[in-house]
């Protein structure tokens, strides 16, 4: 599972770039390049979005570790 965790990790960054993006310069990095709300787009949203829900396991997995 650690590649999952690594892919997730790596998705989850890129996300938040792109979040930066907005934030800073109202510049949405996929929205140019698959095109604003497109299927593409909502598609790589989606994906984002979930690694994310995934890495809330990571709270419990650090816990455990420290242990």
Known sequence: MKWFDNTSLTIVI???I???LIGVFR???VAFLFGNL???SRI???IVGLCGLYLISLYGRI???SD
């Open 38 to 40: 497109s299927w593409l």
């Open 18 to 20: 792109n979040w930066l």
């Open 27 to 29: 510049f949405d990095l």
């Open 44 to 46: 790589i949203y989606t």
């Open 14 to 16: 890129i996300g938040a």
């Open 63 to 65: 816990g455990k570790m």
